[in-house]
């Protein structure tokens, strides 16, 4: 039979999806492979069908136990012998279906990649093994958003393995960089890659609003609808769920700290649409295939733009309209990087994680086209998609360059040892003492900005972070340095626009020079 075939027979469906067909092919013909395809592409079948037309067992890494366990239901109802082992099984149960495959009963394998150590291991080396599929495959990789150390053994594990599968790894996330991690670790050379875009989705950047309201609102005004509102902790998640059901939205909500009970009904109650809303952290929606959810609302803003796409990507998976906002606070980015700063990575780790946020960050404040943004992070190109809410801006964006170099050398003249509100203090000529303690009313950058109010520079400041330009380091008092994209602006070689110029206080004097020219 051919894959197509199969596909027809086994699985019901006329024809592939992109790449799916490509993928099965380098499979087919023992070459390793990467596949990289948005959720909801169809990566599972680009295993699932060479492991009907080979000879031998495919082995299926897999991260979720409760992920396996649907899969191989399915596969079973299919009439496709498959099987899993996993920590959820006891001794008996695990020796039988190692059995089972020994005697070449089944023809997919499913475990996970904690359970690829030496017990496993050994049993493995003996079944006639001539596929392995590694999913979620960014998680090997320390450049990728979720990385998991059991993944790391994945490569000696297969190593070891007697009758040298084929590997293919699948992923819906992947930048270059990890994409080319993955692969010099699986020792794979052939990639299939399709698109990223995801042209029902509108993408929407909310930033500086009373995030309590803006939900309510939203929700008052999109009732009935599916959605999913992520919050960044449990605390936060109960607070919002309270919030919307006293202002009577009909929401649920799921994280880790509820017990399995109340999980498991809150979920089905989201999925079979007895409640609309969702409010969770984002232990919630791996493996969720609810096709409907028309908003995908993120009211703090997640650690990387990787796990902003794949939680934003739950959203309009029929191919509907639907929306995807995210509410952008700079101070929950800077409680993020706090939070980097304490944990008990090594430096070149946190490193990673800054620079995973830093471009979460500039999303939130770029002014191209977001979607545009998301594929030029990913590596791929692409067209301005003219609705997200930066296409659909129809301010002028004016050139602020002048004003930013203006902060950029306050802050370079201030050396580079103090925070956002003395710096505003000092563009703007404030009179309070510490400015006249510390002299910096004899730096010629005081009162360059005078025209301009405190907090409309402040805003400036904060814009300029979180875009880049500066960079606030430390925890609760920030310290603000010039980055080298700022130094950029600062030498004249890069312009900076922006859609919202900055608010005077009162109106600039009048250049009489100009007048008399007239
Ligand atoms: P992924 O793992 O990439 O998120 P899945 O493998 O779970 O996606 O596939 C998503 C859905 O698409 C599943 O319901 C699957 O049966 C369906 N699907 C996969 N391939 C095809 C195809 N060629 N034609 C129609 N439906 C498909």
């Known amino acids: 039979m051919t894959p197509l075939e199969i596909l027809k027979t086994q699985f019901g469906y006329d024809s592939f999806r992109t790449g799916q067909a490509e993928v099965i092919d380098d499979i087919m013909q023992q070459k390793g492979v990467l596949a990289i395809m948005p959720t909801g592409g169809g990566k599972s079948l680009c ?3 060479p492991a009907l037309l080979q000879d031998g067992i495919t082995l299926v890494v897999s991260p979720l136990i409760s992920l396996m366990k649907d899969q191989v239901d399915a596969l079973n109802e299919n009439g496709i012998p498959a099987t899993f082992i996993n920590s959820s099984l006891d001794y008996q149960a695990i020796n039988d279906r190692f059995n089972q495959a020994a005697a070449k009963a089944v023809k997919l394998l499913y475990v996970s990649p904690e359970r690829l150590d030496s017990d496993y291991l050994a049993r493995l080396e003996q079944l006639p093994i001539s596929l392995v599929a590694i999913d979620e495959a960014h998680c090997i990789s320390q450049w990728g958003h979720d990385f998991r150390p059991s993944y790391l053994n994945l490569t000696n594990a297969i190593e070891q393995l007697p009758s040298q599968p084929t590997i293919v790894a699948l992923t819906a996330t992947a930048t270059p960089k990890v994409a080319q991690d993955i692969m010099s670790r699986l020792d794979i050379e052939q990639e299939v890659k399709t698109g990223f875009s995801r042209p029902n989705l509108a993408f929407k950047v909310v930033k500086d609003q009373d995030n309590d309201k803006f939900l309510v609102d939203y929700l008052k005004e999109n009732p009935d609808q599916s959605g999913i509102v992520y919050a960044s902790t449990r605390k936060e998640v109960e ?35 007895r409640t609309p809303v969702m409010v969770a952290t984002n232990a919630f929606g791996m493996g969720i295939d609810k096709s409907n959810v028309r908003f995908v609302i993120h009211a703090q803003v997640p650690g990387s733009l990787e796990s902003y796409y794949q939680e934003a990507g739950r959203a309009g998976r029929d191919g509907l309209p639907s929306e995807a906002i995210l509410l952008f606070r700079l101070s929950d980015v800077q409680i993020q990087h706090f939070l980097i700063d304490q944990s008990e990575r090594d430096e070149a780790n946190k490193q990673r994680e800054y620079d995973k946020l830093q471009a979460m960050s500039q999303y939130a404040n770029t002014q191209e086209c ?49 925070g956002k509100n003395l710096v505003a203090q000092v563009l703007t000529g404030s009179n309070v003492a510490r400015v006249k303690q510390l002299h910096f009313d004899e730096l010629s950058t005081y009162g360059i900005m005078k025209q301009a109010s405190q907090k409309s520079v402040a805003e400036l400041i ?57």
């Open 370 to 418: 977001l979607q545009k943004y998301i594929l030029n992070y990913f590596g791929e190109d692409g067209e301005a998609c003219g609705q997200c809410s930066n296409c659909l801006d129809d301010r002028e964006a004016i050139d602020i360059t002048v004003d930013v170099q203006k902060v950029l050398s306050c802050v370079i003249r201030m050396n580079q040892r103090f």
């Open 239 to 273: 607070r919002l769920t309270k919030l919307l059901q006293r202002k009577h939205v009909s929401a649920t909500m799921y994280h880790g700290g509820l017990n399995q009970e109340e999980r498991r009904q809150n979920q089905e109650d989201f999925l079979y649409d």
């Open 462 to 518: 904060d814009f300029l972070t979180a875009a880049g330009y500066l960079f606030a380091d430390g925890g609760q008092y920030p310290v603000l340095r010039v980055t080298e994209l700022g130094g950029e602006v600062l030498h004249g070689n890069q312009q900076v626009f922006r859609k919202v110029a900055i608010r005077a206080t009162k109106a600039l004097p009048v250049n009489s020079e100009l007048f008399e020219a007239l």
């Open 47 to 49: 295993y699932q069908i």
